[in-house]
Each structure stands twice: as structure tokens, then as C-alpha cells.
């Protein structure tokens, strides 16, 4: 039997739907072949950059060495994480893209928090880490990784990564929005100088990383 065929108002409402879902999926499309930032517009404030002139687009613009070098793990979480933006990388502006690079020393660990605009999907490129994230019913996913895995964080959930080799770790790092954002626990759960606090909370996190599960509920670490 043939199925009766949809109204007008039922495909508006879906187009609607499927509209608005595409639009809260992912940064605004491009609408041009490359939109480099011009970063002489200082005064310009839009949802995203200005493009520069298409005469004055170069090859440079689509090229960064801002994650070749190792960042300062000289702190309590022996940790660093160099986020790369549009503001900082040109030619990712309307792209939809963000790059890191995070260094961590034995032990080291970059804290949970959260991108509110965007998954993350993560490159080890040397050592041995585990990365996990928690859900919104306080599930955490933790998984040991290795030189070549890759592992990937939900958008807006909190995640996490260790160092768990004896030596050095180097993961590099993609996300889907060219501001993604970053909501960190330490941050706004702690004054800046707790230091004993937030070194609780690391060896807590560190202890529960290690357990042999790869998920476990009802998670808590204050």
C-alpha cells in the first residue's frame, strides 16, 4: 500500500527541523573558497573574523608552526596544551577547525574540563596516556592509547588525559570550531592558589584512571 504523501506544513516543519539541527551541528559554513583572518580589523566584532582581501590570500596563511615546539610543564599538573585558533592560524577561519598540541611529563595530567562548542578527536604521537570523558548520568569512558591511537571527546562533556608511560607524552589534538572554548573544574571550582586542593583532585583522578575498568558509573572526585 501506498503511504499517503506528506503535507506542505509537515515538510516545512521538517525542513525546519533539519535546518536548525545543521545549525547548532557546526560553525557557520563558508561561503567562499578560503577566508583567511585579517587580523588588521581590530575594531570589527562578528560571530567569527573578517576575510582578508582574496588578492592578498598566500599560501603562508594556510600554514602554522605554532605546535612544533614542546610547551612549559613547569607546574603543579606537570602538563601544557597549546590551543591554536583562527585568531592564531589564519586559514582556519570559517573552517570549522581548531588544533592543540599537549605535553606531558611522567605523571602529568591535563584536568577535566570541557569544550562547549566542540568534539574533540585526539592523536597520540609519542608515550603512552589514558584519555576518558564522563557523561551526563556521571559515567566515565577512560582508555589506555598508545603511539598511533586515536581517541575522540564528545562535545560540551568533560575529558581529561594522563601520562601513564615512563616517559615523556606528546598527543596532538583536532576540534570541530574555530573558537571551541574551554571550561576548566580547576578553574572555576578553585581559587587560584589552592594548590593543595586541586593536587587532591589530580592524585584522586589519577588513582581512578588507573583502575582495570574502561567504564565506570557513579563517578566522584570531591
Given at each position: 500500500m501506498n503511504s499517503p504523501p506528506l503535507s506542505l506544513g509537515t515538510f516545512l516543519i521538517a525542513c525546519f527541523v533539519v535546518c536548525h539541527y545543521q545549525c547548532q551541528a557546526a560553525d557557520t559554513d563558508n561561503l567562499h573558497d578560503t577566508c583567511p583572518t585579517d587580523t588588521a580589523q581590530k575594531t570589527v566584532f562578528i560571530n567569527g573574523f573578517?576575510?582578508?582581501?582574496?588578492?592578498?590570500?598566500?599560501a603562508s596563511d594556510f600554514k602554522s608552526s605554532l605546535l612544533n615546539e614542546?610547551?612549559?610543564?613547569?607546574?603543579?599538573?606537570?602538563?601544557?596544551?597549546?590551543l591554536v585558533t583562527a585568531a592564531e592560524y589564519p586559514g582556519l577561519n570559517t573552517l570549522s577547525l581548531s588544533v592543540a598540541r599537549t605535553d606531558l611529563e611522567v605523571d602529568g595530567l591535563v584536568m577535566p574540563h570541557a569544550h562547549p562548542r566542540a568534539s574533540e578527536m585526539l592523536f597520540v604521537s609519542?608515550?603512552?596516556?589514558?584519555?576518558g570523558f564522563f557523561d551526563t548520568n556521571n559515567v566515565m569512558f577512560r582508555k589506555v592509547l598508545r603511539e598511533g591511537d586515536v581517541f575522540v571527546f564528545p562535545r560540551g562533556l568533560l575529558h581529561y588525559c594522563l601520562n601513564n608511560g615512563f616517559e615523556d607524552a606528546t598527543v596532538f589534538s583536532v576540534l570541530n570550531s574555530q573558537n571551541p572554548g574551554v571550561a576548566s573544574i580547576?578553574?572555576?571550582?578553585?581559587?587560584?592558589?589552592?594548590?593543595?586542593s586541586m593536587k587532591k583532585l589530580k592524585q584522586r583522578l589519577?588513582?581512578?584512571?588507573r583502575l582495570d575498568h574502561e567504564r565506570l558509573e557513579n563517578t566522584t572526585f570531591f
Amino acid at each position: 500500500m501506498n503511504s499517503p504523501p506528506l503535507s506542505l506544513g509537515t515538510f516545512l516543519i521538517a525542513c525546519f527541523v533539519v535546518c536548525h539541527y545543521q545549525c547548532q551541528a557546526a560553525d557557520t559554513d563558508n561561503l567562499h573558497d578560503t577566508c583567511p583572518t585579517d587580523t588588521a580589523q581590530k575594531t570589527v566584532f562578528i560571530n567569527g573574523f573578517p576575510c582578508k582581501n582574496p588578492g592578498s590570500v598566500s599560501a603562508s596563511d594556510f600554514k602554522s608552526s605554532l605546535l612544533n615546539e614542546k610547551g612549559d610543564t613547569d607546574d603543579i599538573f606537570r602538563s601544557s596544551t597549546t590551543l591554536v585558533t583562527a585568531a592564531e592560524y589564519p586559514g582556519l577561519n570559517t573552517l570549522s577547525l581548531s588544533v592543540a598540541r599537549t605535553d606531558l611529563e611522567v605523571d602529568g595530567l591535563v584536568m577535566p574540563h570541557a569544550h562547549p562548542r566542540a568534539s574533540e578527536m585526539l592523536f597520540v604521537s609519542t608515550g603512552v596516556v589514558i584519555a576518558g570523558f564522563f557523561d551526563t548520568n556521571n559515567v566515565m569512558f577512560r582508555k589506555v592509547l598508545r603511539e598511533g591511537d586515536v581517541f575522540v571527546f564528545p562535545r560540551g562533556l568533560l575529558h581529561y588525559c594522563l601520562n601513564n608511560g615512563f616517559e615523556d607524552a606528546t598527543v596532538f589534538s583536532v576540534l570541530n570550531s574555530q573558537n571551541p572554548g574551554v571550561a576548566s573544574i580547576p578553574g572555576a571550582a578553585f581559587a587560584p592558589h589552592d594548590a593543595e586542593s586541586m593536587k587532591k583532585l589530580k592524585q584522586r583522578l589519577i588513582s581512578v584512571s588507573r583502575l582495570d575498568h574502561e567504564r565506570l558509573e557513579n563517578t566522584t572526585f570531591f
